[in-house]
């Protein structure tokens, strides 16, 4: 690949769950004078210096959102603590670093509602990031993309760089992973209805169904991204999320998956597994500050996009 002309806008981690969206709002209307290169994990090792200089020089990039990261489940966070800090941190200090290098515009970094302190009042906002430790099961990841915020300050004012973060709350949509053990609770619900209904037993959900939750579809969250990338230009973070109005209860996902999938058979809440935390409401006044009319897709239509697309994907899909 030569050097390109005009904007050339760089996505890493551009072939995972929020990637993928981004290249579908992008493919619906391309914009003029901007070339869009979406990369994964194949095309560069982001926590190695000289291969990630090398993606810079090979693409040029003008403006960058970053997406990749090093993830996992519960479990994965407690037993690798230092690999989930290090490598994040090796990521995100090597795009800074040859962000500014190389004269990066803007740069969007992503981070998660579950970098914020475990004991906090709710709603949380955007202020409240570093008051006080996050939940010591995975505080790897969390102190690790804490410091994505950090950076970006101390990078605005010594160098004047156009650098920010956004924090979505719990997203899911097409591309998502499925997997019934590591993949979060909309695609893990989906996968086990799926299978309930194909095997024709009973759907069954773990815990009693009454914790609230915030979702955002992806393909929502990619054009809030998009805007992010334009028009944001503050270097502190903002939560990317549906209003506190919009929590749901996980039974009411359960339900609108069974419904979206044509599911007849019986539903079971396994109380005897753990709810986890009750609520985890993030506030979104910040965005509706900016957006005041930003139309978020409804949660039953946007389960049954991503429940169409798991059947027809099935044998490809992640899982």
């Avoid at 290169?37 to 020089?57: H, N």
């Avoid at 990261?69 to 690798?80: C, R, S």
Wanted: proline share 5%.
């Amino acid at each position: 690949m030569g050097p390109l002309d005009g904007e050339v806008i760089l996505v890493t981690g551009g072939t995972g769950l929020v990637g993928k969206a981004v290249q579908e709002i992008i493919a619906q209307d391309p914009p003029k004078g901007e070339t869009w290169v979406f990369i994964g994990s194949k095309d560069a090792d982001l926590t190695s210096y000289e291969e990630t200089k090398a993606l810079f020089e090979r693409v040029k990039p003008t403006q960058i959102i970053h997406l990749a990261a090093f993830v996992g489940g519960l479990f994965a966070n407690m037993k690798y603590k230092v690999e989930f800090w290090r490598k994040n941190i090796l990521m995100q200090d090597n795009i800074m670093v040859l962000s500014k290098e190389y004269g990066v515009k803007k740069l969007v970094s992503c981070l998660s509602t579950c970098i914020f302190p475990d004991k906090t009042t709710y709603p949380i906002d955007e202020t409240m990031i570093h008051l006080g430790p996050p939940h010591s099961s995975n505080e790897g990841y969390a102190y690790a993309k804490r410091l994505v915020d950090v950076q970006n300050r101390m990078y605005n004012e010594q160098y004047g760089c156009n650098f920010t973060s956004v924090v979505p709350t719990n997203i899911f949509g097409k591309h998502d992973n499925f997997n019934l053990d590591q993949g979060h609770v909309v695609p893990n619900l989906i996968h086990k209805c799926y299978i309930a209904q194909r095997d024709g037993t009973p759907f069954t959900a773990w815990g009693s169904g009454k914790p609230l939750r915030q979702f955002i579809y992806n393909l929502d969250l990619a054009r809030l991204m998009i805007w992010v990338l334009r028009e944001y230009k503050e270097a502190d973070p903002i939560i990317l999320s549906v209003g506190e109005e919009d929590e749901v209860p996980i039974s009411d996902v359960v339900h609108m998956i069974a419904d979206s999938m044509g599911f007849m058979g019986e539903i079971i809440f396994d109380k005897t597994k753990a709810d986890g935390q009750y609520k985890k409401t993030a506030s979104n006044l910040k965005l509706r500050a900016y957006l005041p009319d930003f139309k978020f897709t409804p949660m039953a239509t946007a389960i049954r996009e991503t429940t169409a697309w798991f059947k027809e994907n099935y044998d490809t899909a992640r899982k």
